[in-house]
């Protein structure tokens, strides 16, 4: 079964867009029509909440996703429980979707940027699900051909015919990010032909394995490989039998445990693994990196073993660019329930008037939620972005072109800081939602407390942030150490092209004295570029200082992160966020509506930025001159300005990126802004809301204290 | 059961200060002594932990603290269930441990703010038990005395008894913080000598009621009182029986339900209610500030009936001041699980070397912790202050001493800007503490996934944080229209003193060009007030302005909050944070150890707020001067020094407020730091962990899809 390949030339499913794509009105609801307190917003928009739709996502893309919900919908399997599950029934039901899901086909592998907006649509629902199929029936087949030799077939047919689980065991309890000092042992046995596994203790327990708590019958297991001279080649990852699929008991040899209850994404049985003397045959070995000879000699292609797992380790990545877009959905669920409950909600009106106001209405409600729109648009423009250019050279890859060392080191760096900045500010971003919900925010089944958990470990996996976004940084000053200009051949994709510049954008003074200048995106894009220039010289010359000083590169790295290379990591990321939003503006036509509204929340979205993380360092570099404009005031203004302004637009703008109420599921945030006809039947409908409580003895306190103690 | 009055003279458990505090054990456990990879770092602190943590909190508060959890260590009640429990069996053992804890009296009224330390140590368990017993046998009793009259004598001793249990109805599911706006209405009926209870409509159920849900039998209900004229006066307040104490079963003309799960909190059974023409005795109205007469009407001495009110709500005051000491908690267990972490996690190391490095010694991991642990710190010390001046305060009351408007109305500003600040900080801290401990982080057993939803509702509860902080803003805007001078006697506890000297502060200019000085705590208080002179002078006019224009008072006040009212509100609470923190070391001996530290932790925490938050006002407002030093690089400068300088005293600075590790209960953050040994041994305790799932037929996927679909 190998999906990638054998689809990638059969389209489907695009029939619809010979229609109109207005019809489709599962994507396309008659909004206008809902009766209710949104009502008045959505006829008072500047806007075509529609187009906006085909703007931010392709009708292609729509249609995927829709695909995927409407499907859900109507199969009993999709429809949630008013109470929470326990882990294990959270665990069996993930399972099961998966699998309902995966069944269903409905990939599309000729546009593999749209392939991700069907795993888009999966999480959004549910993100447990999605590791329990794209793990054991993408990525472990994926591997085991992209690293394992023709010995393994028949395992790669097993897995086709759906036979067996596969996982991926990286991660020991005892070490994370620092790949080259896990402790797992693979001892070769020139006798039996075999590798001899072993744990040397709990802390080298292979851990945070994805299915393999309950589920998976193989593991992908990277383990230290010594030969039997007592040897040791590095790293190496191997295939191991680690369950009988028959009935699904572990094999002697091995512990398998489920690591238990996590934060959330209960669906996922994560599990760990220790290995006791544990014997695999010698073709398990994924041997591409590196083989064992007939002699019992370890041979490979590669000098440096570091290298030789970043070749294994890249069939691994394309998770942070999937976290992007995963990020970015959490935060328009977020912000579209907010929006909405914030338009709905009324609370205080002028003095001596029973008039009662939306809480939309105020200022510093405003302030807390609309910047957040603002990025939830922003971080879809850029998701979009790295998704295509990833899925673009994934796809050349796969057809056998050769993909320059340039782009590889390019989308590696991005990706690095895209991670995080998406990470982050959709972490901030639910929080504030979340309070600006209020007590009814807090609740359950407003959605918001599983957003938030849900996102969380979107800061940890595929690379912890604060050690990922190294990378990006490391990335710029190497090329940096080599002049400016090195820049100019260094980001075919474009996202560092303008440090070629670096030392003009250097010499320029914020030169705006007047708020709609400064509020220009092209202006604020400027901004940005002198930020990142001024940065990765800051903190190029912090690494000069330190290295003259004589510390070692280990402690030069270290002490020039805070302040500096972390600071510099985060602008780059967010620079080209802003970059691709402007990019996207760009192609609008130059007098629609869309164009205009888009115009104001990249502005809004990058002025509150600047102001709120950058000020200080335009100040203190001197480009703000003395005695020039007052910018921090310049961008207040200008930003309160867009508050009013979108305001009414920001029904319309969510409502464009909104998936539909069935996966939003928070009576918060229904479309028709109901809020408390939804949440009264959502309690009403919850089991034990009327009942008396089991225990309802123990309520008379007196009675309770002297039966019992 | 009158607790407050009854034990006012009767102080006990002191005896122990007698004895040398640190023969107790308990209290002072040879950390020393503990094999680990946390000695070094004992090792190498600068001062003694034990000193500390007399600093932080007096001897009788610890003592008070460790009865509470050395009772509840001892107790079958108190072991926490390593699985999570369904909502209802949250719900009932809350209620078991409450009424133990209740029981156990361990109260000591002779000091209402050591008082207040017993409800710390029972939060810091688990805080849904906290409001399971002190809103039925504090707060409600003490209502009942404040606002009744003599008539429901029967019902105070009913709850003296622990016959009933009782609850406050105020919010209803439409309105919030617009208090006035409330919908139920309680109609006197002068033939039944009754008031007849109606909600109109599910927006109008009484929701939020902590203890409603499932066990309380009497309210506090909060409605519009009509007389049978059918005027409006206004909302008061009745007692309301509404569950039958014999068989828990609501009464008819009631509907009583759950509002189900919550993001966090599951021991309280939050309840709504409405009402079917629900007939009360007259009595049962809460009389002191309104009452009816024979004749039918209404009569008070309080003409304006939002002031009436006013004196109902003082009642319920005080929840803010324990919301700043127990978020503090929270703050308190989340940074000393992520230190402990970070001095036990080992990550990388010098290139071609073996060693690895605790992740504590990594400047990025440094600049993520140590700011947070200052502001622990400072957060304890701020929250110990209020605390004080409140409950002297209620002391004084209690005692018959008439309390100044000034005095009371700073309380409220103060409390209305310093819950936020602590709830917003605590929030922040225990998020970057969850992402700094990596995916070991993210399990549950790890607990800052529950220190963050246990935090989440102090930024809502007790006053809306965005809707609260306004209160302080109003007041120092409403004394500011006096002119500066009239903060001479506006303040009595200081906390807004200095600004009778704003217009002197404002003619300062930044003039510290030397790190040393720019970090010394006296010159960022300095700062400080600097910043809350210019910000209320901003707001000032950013006031006078709209009101020139023409603007209603109404748009006025809500045009002038984003970047003016706002930020005053909270710069006030944070300033205030400084300097209740300074104003602690400035008691401590000039050359002690201690002293220094703190020193260093103060500068830190202010340090970095300023540099973070302030730096764009600071510039804006020519406070630094044009070709003036470089502030930004100054703080930073010190700030990076200050991390290397607090590094090896991170570890016995979370010893000196950490609550012990059967309180504490994460793996992660053990006294000893053995997080390998804690994290095994609690996952091979886990029940299910080794165990073959019950569907394990469903995990064969092939076979799962065949035989179901």
Not at 83 to 110: G, H, K, M, P, W
Not at 304 to 314: C, H, Q
Request: glycine share 6%; aromatic share 12%; hydrophobic share 40%.
């Amino acid at each position: 079964m190998n999906r990638e390949f054998d689809n990638l030339n059969t389209p489907k499913s695009l029939q619809f867009l010979n229609d109109s794509i207005f019809s489709r009105k599962d994507i396309f609801p008659d909004l206008h029509l809902l009766d209710g307190p949104l009502k008045p917003y959505r006829f008072s928009s500047s806007f075509d909440w529609r187009k906006m739709k085909l703007i931010v996502d392709s009708a292609a893309a729509w249609d995927a996703k829709f695909r995927v919900w409407n499907f859900m919908e109507g199969h009993k399997l999709f429809q949630k429980s008013h109470q929470t599950l326990s882990i294990d029934e959270q665990r069996r039901i993930a399972n099961q979707r998966a699998l309902v899901i995966f069944n269903e086909n409905f990939y599309d592998f000729d546009d593999l940027a749209l392939d991700s907006k069907v795993n888009s649509a999966v999480s959004s629902f549910e993100p447990s699900m999605l590791g329990k199929y794209k793990i054991p029936f993408d990525m472990f087949p994926f591997v085991l051909r992209f690293l394992g030799s023709d010995r393994i077939d028949h395992l790669i047919q097993a897995v086709d015919e759906m036979k067996i689980i596969g996982c991926f065991a990286l991660t020991e309890i005892g070490h994370g990010s620092n790949t080259q000092s896990m402790k797992t042992t693979a001892t070769y046995e020139q006798s039996s032909k075999s590798f001899v596994l072993n744990t040397p203790n709990f802390e080298a327990a292979k851990c945070w394995v994805g299915g393999l708590g309950k589920t998976a019958t193989h593991a992908v297991v990277y383990a230290q490989l010594y030969t039997p001279d007592g040897q040791c080649h590095g790293l190496n990852s191997f295939v191991v039998p680690v369950r009988d699929p028959k009935n699904m008991l572990v094999y002697p040899g091995i512990i398998i445990g489920d690591l238990g209850e996590k934060v959330s994404l209960n669906g996922i049985d994560n599990g760990f693994m220790m290995f006791n003397n544990y014997k695999i045959p010698k073709d398990y070995l994924l041997s591409k990196t590196g083989d064992v000879n007939e002699a019992g000699n370890f041979v490979t292609q590669f000098k440096d073993p570091k290298k030789r797992m970043g070749v294994s380790f890249a069939a691994l990545s394309g998770g942070r660019v999937g976290i992007c877009e995963i990020a970015t959905n959490y935060g328009v669920m977020a912000i579209t329930i907010a929006i909405r409950y914030a338009a709905s909600r009324k609370h205080f009106g002028p003095e001596n008037s029973d008039v009662e106001y939306p809480v939309l209405e105020y200022q510093s409600q405003q302030y807390r939620l609309i910047p957040h729109l603002a990025t939830v648009y922003a971080l879809k423009f850029f998701s979009n972005w790295i998704g295509r250019e990833y899925f673009d050279m994934m796809k050349k890859t796969f057809e056998g072109e050769k993909i320059s060392p340039e782009t590889g080191m390019e989308i590696h760096a991005i990706s690095s800081s895209g991670k995080p900045v998406c990470g982050w500010m959709v972490r901030d971003l639910i929080q504030d939602c979340r309070e600006a919900c209020g007590g009814h925010g807090y609740l359950k089944c407003a959605q918001l407390g599983d957003l938030r958990n849900n996102n969380d470990p979107n800061t940890t996996y595929e690379g912890e942030n604060n050690v990922l976004i190294q990378q990006a940084s490391n990335f710029l000053l190497a090329v940096r150490s080599k002049g400016w200009i090195a820049f100019e051949n260094a980001s075919p994709l474009g996202t560092a092209a303008f440090l070629k510049d670096g030392d003009k954008i250097l010499s320029m003074k914020w030169n705006w004295t007047k708020v709609g200048c400064a509020m220009k995106p092209e202006y604020l894009l400027t901004t940005f570029n002198w930020i990142c220039s001024y940065m990765l010289e800051k903190t190029f010359n912090r690494v000069k200082i330190l290295q003259q000083s004589g510390q070692s590169s280990f402690d030069v790295r270290n002490n020039s992160q805070t302040f500096h290379a972390n600071t510099l990591a985060v602008a780059y990321g967010q620079r080209q966020v802003v970059a691709a939003f402007l990019e996207e503006i760009h192609k609008l036509s130059p007098d629609s509506a869309e164009r205009e509204v888009l115009t104001k929340l990249l502005s809004l979205f990058a002025a509150n930025l600047i102001s709120t993380k950058y000020i200080g360092v335009l100040y203190e570099s001197g480009f703000i001159a003395s005695n020039g404009p007052n910018v921090n005031d310049l961008l207040q203004t200008g930003i309160l300005a867009l508050l009013t302004d979108l305001k009414n637009d920001a029904v319309s703008l969510v409502d464009s990126i909104a998936p539909p109420d069935f996966i939003l599921n928070s009576p918060l945030g229904m479309s028709d802004g109901n809020v408390y006809k939804h949440l009264e039947s959502y309690i009403y409908q919850t089991p034990d809301t009327f009942t008396r409580a089991s225990w309802w003895k123990e309520c008379v306190y007196k009675d309770f204290l002297t039966s019992k103690l």
